[in-house]
């Protein structure tokens, strides 16, 4: 197999927004369908969320950021498990427009220690 052809549409064009937006508009289409499933172990009850429940949590995390004074081109570090609160914090980073960066809750502290 050679290399691409540079001179071929990538239909780059064919950009249907951000994850978030097409969230957004998933929530406001479908505000009561469920949105995510959460077990956290076998023993735990099962958590459900609509997109209703997850776009005004992640909402409410936006306004947070911004009136904490968070601005454009800032990088929001998120340290959590994988949960719903983790899609919240994606979420709610993204709807502000800014960056946001997860890191593992497996990485040793050593690795954190140098973080602001």
Not at 22 to 46: G, M, Q, R, W, Y
Request: glycine share 6%.
């Amino acid at each position: 197999m050679g290399l691409p052809d540079p001179t071929v549409d990538l239909d780059w064009g064919g950009y249907i927004g951000a994850i978030h937006e097409i969230f957004h508009k998933n929530a406001l289409k479908t505000p009561d369908a469920p949105c995510v499933t959460e077990t956290a172990s076998s023993i735990a009850p099962e958590r459900r969320f609509t997109y209703r429940q997850i776009y005004e949590a992640s909402n409410v995390l936006a306004h947070q950021l911004r009136d904490a004074g968070i601005t454009n081109g800032d990088v929001v570090m998120i340290f959590a498990y994988r949960s719903v609160e983790l899609l919240i914090a994606f979420m709610g980073t993204l709807a502000c427009r800014r960056y946001c960066h997860c890191l593992r809750s497996r990485v040793s502290s050593g690795k954190t220690a140098d973080l602001p």
